[in-house]
Each structure stands twice: as C-alpha cells, then as structure tokens.
C-alpha cells in the first residue's frame, strides 16, 4: 500500500463530466493541404486528419452524455477495428453520434489526428482485454505475452515487455503498455522468473494494468465541481474528471466499473503485495493463506515460551 510501484487505485472517488458534441460531418485530409510542417508528419505514414467538414462548429450538437448508456466503453473498444480496417462509414457514423474522441490540442481544433486516434483505441482494446482475461480466468490470453514458466539470466528478461506499439505521429510514447520484469539472485547472475504460476500470471499483468490505468488517469484534468459544507467541518469537496472527449470518457467509465473494484485489495500476508480476487478474500493464493498461518502458529508459540 502507498509503495509507488504499487499504486492503489481504490481510492479515487470522482464523477465524470462529460458533455459531448458531435460532429456531423467527418473528413479525410490529406496533412499536405495543411501546409507548412506537414511533412514532418507524412513521414510517419499517418497522412490523414479527421476533420470536422467545413471547419465550422455550427451543425454540432450537444448530445446527452453517452455515459448514461453501461455499455459506452465497448462501442468505443469497438471502433479500434473500424480504425484498423479504415472503415469511413463507421467511423464517420461515430463521430455524428458522439462527437470526437479527444485529441488533446493546445486550442479547440476541430480535427483530430488519424494515428492517434488508432493508436489510443488499440491500447484501449488491448488494456480492455488484459482486464477481461483476469477477471474470467484466460490464462492462455496472458501467457501468450509472458511465454511459458522459465527461469531465465535476467538479460534474457522481457524488460519492458510493450504490448502495443502503434505508429503515432505526435508521441510515440504515449499509449505502450508495459512490464518491467523484476530480476533477482545473486548480483553477478542475476535472473528473471517469469510468472511461474497463474497467480504469479495475473499478478504481473495487474501491474501493467494498473501501469496504464495510472498514465491514462495523469492525462484527465481533475477539476473540483462543489464544496459541501459539513457543519463547522472543513468543506468537502468533491471532484469531477473532466474527459477531452468520448476516448477518455469511454476509459474512466470502463475503469469504475471493471478496474477501480478488482483493485480495492492487497493480500495480508506478511511481505505480500498482491491483488486479492474474488472469490478469495483475505489471501491472493492459498499458499500466502498457509504460510501466514503457519507464521502465525510459530508467533503465538514463541510468546507462549517467552511468558512461561
Ligand atoms: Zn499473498
């Protein structure tokens, strides 16, 4: 609890301040037209703007918040194949529904950038999915990012595993999801056990999840929405996400619904760290459960002797 590499996602309480605006009319843009510094971009492969059609905002509407709909996240996880597959007519239907994902520009340019775009919602897909694999058991999923139990030198060590890596014109950093792959032994030879068990399996996609999740939320303004005042208490004040669009918006619904209630619990046991998922309460494994009775058991013994 509290270290920085395991970061405690319980605790954010926070509402989601969505209003969204559509855009009618989505266009492809050659990043030619666009002029001087363009062609720094062309370089990319990513040649293309989605761009509000005649550049003025006067058929957009103001839609009721998507978020009312549950099941918001999986239409955008969704549209990551539409991207895949530049399938225009989707993707245009998208953006007259929900308006734009969010780019985040300096001023409200109406375009967004094709490759970001792409990119942001195959990490999203990806992320989704790493979450589902854990919540239903897919082992399988996992261990095809972590390959089979082994024991390796530590320079053999996937570090950092990336399980995304879109071509993104503007930041190439962005939306990774990564693992660092803890080594230990003596210093000369140190090695890597990759995750040797499903437990172990589960634990080290956690923390890229958890990884992700973190970066994500950093990117979100968090603004505070209201004071209530509590009798002579100090005021409480609560706080609201405020997404740049249906991108992020899709995200923090997904995350308090999926992410923030697997995350609540760390084991107990004595040196443990490790996520507690249902069903087991107390314990991540029932090998913590035995040792930290065992411990116990010693514990109550020694103090039985140290009174006697
Ligand atoms: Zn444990």
Not at 35 to 60: Q, Y
Not at 165 to 186: C, I, M, Q
Not at 199 to 205: D, I, S
Request: proline share 8%; aromatic share 14%.
């Amino acid at each position: 609890m509290g270290r920085p590499d395991a970061p405690n996602v319980e605790t954010i309480h926070a509402e989601i301040l969505f209003h969204a605006s559509t855009w009618p009319k989505v266009t492809r843009l050659s990043w030619k037209k666009m002029g001087e510094g363009a062609d720094e971009f062309e370089r990319f492969g990513h040649p293309l703007l989605i761009c509000f059609n005649s550049g003025s905002m006067e058929d957009s509407r103001e839609v009721n918040s998507p978020l009312s709909n549950p099941e918001f996240w999986q239409e955008v996880r969704q549209l990551a194949f539409a991207f895949r597959e530049k399938n225009w007519k989707e993707i245009a239907s998208f953006y007259a529904t929900y308006g734009p994902l969010g780019y985040p520009w300096e001023a409200g340019v109406p375009a967004e950038p094709y490759g970001w775009a792409e990119a942001a919602l195959e990490w999203f897909r990806e992320l989704t999915s790493l979450v589902e694999a854990i919540e239903f058991g897919r082992y399988g999923h996992l261990r095809k990012y972590f390959g089979p139990p082994r024991v390796v030198p530590a320079r053999q060590a996937i570090d950092p595993i990336v399980f995304v890596r879109p071509k993104n014109p503007f930041d190439f950093s962005t939306y990774w999801l990564k693992y660092t792959a803890e080594v230990s032994g003596p210093e000369k030879d140190p090695v890597w056990r990759s995750p040797q068990d499903e437990g172990e399996l589960v634990q080290a996609t956690w923390k890229v999840v958890v990884r992700g999740v973190t970066e994500e939320l950093g990117r979100i303004p968090l603004v505070p929405i209201a004071e209530e005042r509590r009798g002579s208490h100090l005021p409480l004040v609560h706080w609201g996400f405020r997404p740049r669009g249906a991108f992020s918006a899709a995200f923090l619904q997904w995350f308090f619904a999926k992410v923030a209630p697997l995350g609540g619990r760390t084991c107990v046991a004595d040196g443990c760290d490790h996520l507690v998922l249902p069903p087991r309460k107390v314990y991540c494994s029932e090998k913590c459960s035995d040792r930290q009775k065992s411990r116990d058991a010693r514990r109550r013994e020694k103090e039985r002797y140290e009174v006697d």
